[in-house]
């Protein structure tokens, strides 16, 4: 499960650079100047920073590459939103996606190369887990989003391939690597993690100490129904997750938002509203997301758009603020993982250069 190769430069914290500097009797300033490099001119190789000595950088490439991703495809959509296949050291594929709401814009990260948890409607579970990435693979994906454009990515969601908490001791440390105020400094409160809920996971993040924003996947109002759903992996019980939601709001002041999935049929129902709205209990807040079609799952489809907008409505009655997110980058297969399976089956063609 574990990545396979050293980690790159661009996956090392501060204080872990400062402590090769020192054993390449460098002075301390040569961390920063090297943190500043990565993380804010985005270099992508040694050769690109000038300002230290030559034999430093090749003691430093010996040791650790830059980056180890490559972008191998891009695809942007008709609705702004520009998804990036990412080709990592040993072969396999992620996706990381630059998701533009004017004015904010925002990276959606990946934490696994596919997913145990393997939720019926998603494309990244359909075959599984093949192993976790790297905390250099995950901030990798956010500094090549940002190289490709020149809005600044002020936001991060940790909502792409993989269970987030399956993955906690790299999550927590590319999560600190960005948000270091001499890389790219992101702000605790502009960063999202959505996850299943395996509890072990979630002990694990709350001893981390971060006070990122949480996100709890619930996707259906009854265990029987999100054991369907939600099969494996360990994921929590609905009781499990609003304990949690409760436990994250005393330790961090944070609120929780509660995710769901609408799915045609399956738990659209009105019954299906009124039994969320009374668990969600004093974390009024949900994301409503009309499914993504999938390929591999064809019968399961979003509600009509009216339908969608009446279950909203149904829990806005009880004072819950309900985000009904709009579907997008159909047109990429937005769907989450769509293109990492894509790719297996048939070469994409390269990005162009950024
Ligand atoms: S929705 Fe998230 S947890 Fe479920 S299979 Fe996809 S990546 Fe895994």
């Not at 460098?26 to 000038?50: C, D, I, K, N």
């Not at 996606?97 to 596919?114: K, M, N």
């Not at 005393?250 to 009124?274: K, P």
């Amino acid at each position: 499960m574990a990545p396979p190769s050293a980690d790159s430069l661009a996956g090392l914290e501060r204080s872990e650079i400062e402590a090769l500097c020192a054993r390449l009797d460098q002075p301390a300033y040569r961390a920063r100047q090297l943190f500043r490099w990565v993380h804010v001119q985005r270099a992508a190789s040694y050769e690109a920073m000038s300002n230290l000595p030559r034999a430093f950088r090749e003691r430093l490439a010996a040791e650790h590459p830059v980056q180890t991703t490559q972008r191998e495809h891009e695809a942007p959509s008709g609705d702004g939103t520009r998804k990036l296949l990412l080709r990592l050291a040993d072969g396999e594929a992620v996706e990381c996606v630059h998701i533009p709401d004017t004015p904010r814009h925002t990276a959606c990260l990946s934490t696994q190369v596919g997913c145990g948890v393997g939720c019926i409607f998603c494309a990244s579970g359909a075959e599984g887990v093949v192993r976790n990435l790297s905390s250099g693979e995950i901030v990798e994906q956010y500094l090549q989003l940002q190289a490709g454009t020149q809005d600044r990515l002020r936001n991060v969601v940790v909502m792409g391939i993989g269970e987030p908490l399956h993955n906690v001791p790299a999550l927590a440390k590319a999560l600190r690597i960005l948000q270091d105020p001499e890389g790219v400094d992101l702000g605790a409160r502009r960063i999202t993690v959505s996850t299943s809920g395996p509890p072990r996971g979630f002990e694990q993040l709350l001893r981390e100490g971060l006070r990122v924003n949480l996100a709890l996947s619930l996707h259906a109002a009854s265990d029987a129904l999100r054991s369907r759903l939600v099969p494996g992996g360990g994921a929590g019980t609905v009781a499990d997750l609003q304990g949690m939601a409760d436990r994250w709001f005393e330790a961090t002041g944070r609120d929780v938002t509660f995710e769901y999935v609408l799915i045609q049929g399956i738990n659209d129902r009105d019954e299906d509203a009124e039994a969320l709205a009374r668990l969600v209990g004093r974390h009024r807040n949900i994301n409503l997301i009309p499914m993504n079609p999938v390929s591999f799952a064809p019968a399961l489809v979003a509600p009509l758009p009216e339908h969608c907008k009446r279950f909203a409505d149904r829990l806005r009655r009880d004072g819950t603020v309900v985000n009904l997110r709009r579907q997008r980058g159909d047109d990429v297969a937005a769907a989450c993982g769509q293109l990492r399976l894509h790719s297996k089956k048939q070469p994409l063609p390269p990005p162009a250069p950024s």
